[in-house]
């Protein structure tokens, strides 16, 4: 066991880290990580860091603020306790989608949360299909960030053989459905939709050929359902077999679950970058992959100094 190398975790994704840890072949490094009786976050690492290279392991999904807090209170420990390097692991990058202006006098949470871990003291920052590329420039730090095509592409492979359409639902993720549909050797749609208000989509038409094939929507995060569901029934109408989705990010909020249940999606098919609710994880229709092994190779490279490019089997 390499004992310059520790890994540490907070409360977010407990399952996720160990799956690392024992892909590492290594114990999960030992921390308290709770709250005061006031509601505040309380942390205190240990073991001994002086001089290790650290990573921390914290997905900022819900309860979104708690575990970012948590993140950046842990950071603060570990460069306190004068960890040479530490790096902030961050399978899902919450406030991602506040990554611009899209009104007078609204934030850009996202290079907010970018300014907030660099301040905490990350050095390095480890995640997983971000919203949007352009968040990497928010740090002025090194960021990497993996793709879940090496865990998506397998499956889909696996299950779906011929007259298959890979579809973005909307114009902003036609990167990732073109990637995907030139290494599956598929057809390529997307969906043109008018969005009314946050967390609710109208989906237009469809921009390519859906008529007898088999259709994956590809997106990145799925919140509350609105826009996959909604997608997914205007494919039907233009004729598609069936309706599969893939998603890196389950957020799955509101009402995410009540909509695919009833919507006529056969799969949807998601990574443990969030963990699942108990309602997601009884529900037929959910299948959740595993990413550990990419982070585990990740942490791997990133801690021996080698290139970490040859774990991306997909690039936009």
Not at 71 to 95: E, H
Not at 185 to 190: D, E, H, R, T
Not at 199 to 213: C, P, Q, R, S, Y
């Amino acid at each position: 066991m390499d004992t310059d190398l520790k890994i540490f975790a907070g409360n977010s994704n407990p399952d996720l880290a160990w799956e690392i840890c024992n892909c590492l072949s290594m114990p999960l490094g030992k921390a308290l990580v709770g709250t005061f009786s006031d509601g505040e976050i309380k942390v205190e690492i240990g073991e001994n860091v002086r001089g290790r290279d650290v990573f921390v392991i914290q997905s900022t999904c819900q309860p979104v603020n708690t575990n970012l807090m948590e993140l950046l209170i842990m950071i603060d420990a570990l460069k306190r306790a004068s960890a040479r390097r530490i790096t902030a692991v961050i399978p899902y990058y919450g406030y991602a989608r506040q990554d611009r202006k899209v009104a007078p006098r609204v934030p850009i949470s996202a290079k907010l949360v970018a300014d907030l871990l660099t301040s905490a003291g990350a050095n390095r920052i480890l995640t997983m299909d971000l919203h949007v590329g352009q968040i990497q420039g928010f740090f002025n730090i090194p960021v990497d960030n993996l793709y879940a095509s090496p865990v998506m592409m397998p499956y889909i492979k696996a299950t779906f053989q011929n007259n298959l359409v890979m579809i973005s639902p909307d114009a902003g993720g036609v990167p990732r459905a073109r990637a995907y549909a030139r290494r599956l050797g598929s057809k390529l749609a997307f969906i043109d939709k008018r969005r009314d208000e946050a967390g609710t989509a109208k989906a237009m038409h469809i921009i390519g050929e859906v008529k007898d094939l088999i259709a994956v929507i590809l997106d990145d995060i799925i919140d509350t359902g609105g826009t996959l569901t909604e997608a997914a029934k205007v494919i039907m109408d233009h004729g598609a077999k069936a309706v599969y989705a893939c998603c890196s990010h389950p957020v799955l909020s509101g009402p995410a679950i009540d909509r695919i249940e009833a919507s006529v999606i056969k799969r949807l098919v998601v990574t443990d970058t969030i963990p699942l609710s108990e309602q997601a994880k009884k529900s037929d229709k959910i299948v959740q992959l595993s990413v550990a092994p990419l982070f585990c190779k990740a942490i791997t490279s990133i801690h021996h100094e080698d290139s970490i490019s040859s774990i991306f089997d997909i690039q936009f």
